[in-house]
């Protein structure tokens, strides 16, 4: 009897054990395939009398303080500090630091006492810079040329009719201004009084930035090119200093002369040599990584990023990058969100434009082009159609593949819909805002109502279907993946991540959007946003 319940007994511990076992997700050891640059992009830089190299980050709203020599990061002005989207700065005479915000249309001003006004101009206001007689000018491309009181009180002042897409200007010896003209691949000598333009120099592939050393030597990035050039001013010689890579945004000297030079599309930033040579100061990389694909390729798997300006391809066992060169070609966009199926990427990108693309990686075929969605933030596939999260009108809808315009709503009234996930009988969706992941499509049929799966979760973003059918989340208020039980609802964190960099308020909350996927290996890819890492998750058998 005693030898009865006990054999009982261990039945019944067993039996716990193995149900356990099977609501307890897969254990994986977690490592980081490839770190990123140390900054979310380098735009408009330029020295203090300290020698200490101010760099302005667009997409990581802040201007960060470097060691040109080392690379170390003295320090960060960032949201807090009221920076927002920074793409060019100045200091004025009196050191007060000066930058244009391109998103929000205001020009900053940071005084030496750490005293924050603003000015608002126009979006899109991106060069700055003062005369040699302290006049504050700012240019908006393709409007004009302002002159703005220093201290940002009096109304700007509209100076200089359209010279076309200008961008970092300088003032010269002679008192004028010299502007590169992006659109016309010139160099131009600006009258700012009586608004006339001169061609100084042209042959450019995109001139973004202008700068004179103190020697009153013009120099010219070109960002189309990668290449850094001097101009003669007189007679429009030029003479190419050195070509490092295209994305090259904007150039600074110190008081020794020393040249740096910016890069907007991976955030390195170089010291450039006459003598044709270049040393790396801060790397680069990825700047802001967002969604994530896998296919396979003949050595295992490749690892698609979006990241911003690039579309990076990467190695998934070794984390070597393959290429970055799918967004180079023309018509294919930059892209928030990756995905894929039968090895075609499906991108989709609410930032700057609003775009679903479906595009072969190896022929660069851009295969599906959707333009006139209202601000879609992701974007996959279903049965060969496409689920877009289209949170410009807050809603799921359906994209059928015979015909794009044959568009069918799955779910509406979301406050952020965002994560997307699917099999073949089944589609998820998670609503940023509440927290709610919700079932949409059951056994391949339209639910009428959808579906809570569960609910309390902190601004989801990225899903992927696990290995065994249940659903992977990123948890971008938490900066944690988690797994959610599709039987049972329960949620357990897998991994904490460096995820949830915050956007600008009057823009979509996901940001860029942390994606992760799952590969035919099982291993688990997901990125981090505010460090700029893609991790890897290897199940532990």
């Known amino acids: 009897m005693h030898i009865f319940r006990f054999l009982n007994l261990i039945l019944h511990l067993t ?12 254990r994986y050891q977690m490592k980081v395939l490839e770190q990123g640059a140390p900054i979310h992009g380098s735009n408009g830089v330029m020295f203090d009398t300290n020698n200490r190299l101010f760099i302005a980050s667009m997409i990581g709203n802040e201007i960060i303080v470097m060691n040109p020599e080392t690379g170390r990061i003295l320090e960060r002005f960032g949201l807090e500090h009221g920076v927002k989207s920074p793409d060019d700065l100045t200091f004025g005479p009196d050191g007060s630091l000066y930058w244009t915000s391109l998103l929000t249309g205001e020009v900053g001003r940071l005084t030496t006492e750490g005293v924050k006004t603003g000015q608002n101009v126009q979006q899109g206001v991106n060069p700055i810079t003062f005369s040699d007689d302290g ?63 001169t061609t100084v120099a042209g042959g450019f592939g995109s001139p973004v930035a202008v700068k004179f050393d103190s020697r009153n030597r013009l120099f010219v990035v070109d960002t189309n090119t990668g290449q850094v050039v001097h101009v003669d001013r007189v007679n429009g010689k030029r003479e190419i200093i050195i070509q490092i890579t295209p994305g090259l945004d904007n150039l600074a000297f110190d008081s020794q002369d020393r040249m740096y030079v910016s890069h907007f599309r991976d955030g390195s930033v170089f010291e450039v040599f006459t003598d044709g040579s270049v040393r790396t100061v801060s790397p680069g990389g990825l700047i802001l990584p967002g969604g994530v694909a896998v296919l396979l390729h003949p050595g295992g798997e490749s690892v698609f990023v979006a990241d911003y300006y690039m579309i990076h391809e990467f190695n998934g066992q070794t984390g070597e990058k393959i290429s970055s060169a799918l967004t180079s070609h023309p018509g294919i966009s930059n892209a928030c969100t990756i995905t894929s199926e039968d090895g075609i990427l499906l991108t989709s990108r609410w930032m700057w434009s609003n775009v679903v693309q479906a595009v072969n990686p190896n022929t660069c075929e851009v295969k599906l082009d959707i333009r006139d969605l209202k601000t879609p933030l992701n974007a996959i596939y279903y049965r060969g159609d496409i689920i877009i999260a289209e949170y410009g009108e807050k809603r799921i809808i359906r994209v059928h593949n015979e015909n794009p315009n044959n568009r069918e709503v799955l779910a509406a009234g979301f406050e952020v819909p965002a994560g997307l996930a699917a099999t073949d009988e089944n589609v998820w969706a998670g609503d940023w805002a509440t927290g709610t992941i919700y079932r949409i499509i059951a056994n ?65 909350p996901t940001n860029m959007f942390t994606g992760v996927a799952v590969g035919p290996s099982g291993v688990i890819y997901v990125t981090g946003d505010i460090e700029n890492i893609l991790y890897r998750l290897d199940p532990i058998r």
């Not at 039996?15 to 897969?26: A, D, G, K, V």
């Not at 409007?143 to 200007?169: A, C, H, Q, T």
């Not at 991540?497 to 956007?503: E, L, N, S, V």
């Open 15 to 26: 039996l716990i054990f193995l149900i356990s076992c099977q609501l307890r997700p897969t």
């Open 135 to 197: 006049r504050l000018f700012v240019g908006v491309p393709g409007d004009g040329i302002y002159e703005l009181d220093p201290y940002l009180i009096k109304p700007p002042r509209f100076m200089v009719k359209d010279p076309g897409s200008i961008n970092g200007f300088d003032f010269g010896p002679d008192g004028f201004l010299y502007a590169p003209v992006r659109s016309k691949g010139e160099v131009v000598r600006i009258d700012v009084d009586n608004g006339s333009i």
């Open 444 to 508: 391949s049929e339209t639910l009428a109502k959808p579906e809570v799966v569960v609910k309390g979760l902190n601004h989801p973003e990225g899903m992927a279907v696990a290995s065994d059918g249940n659903l992977l989340v990123v948890e971008s208020g938490d900066g944690c993946l988690s797994y959610v039980d599709l039987t049972s609802g329960q949620v357990s964190i897998i991994a904490k991540i460096q995820a949830g960099f915050p956007g600008l308020s009057d823009y979509p």
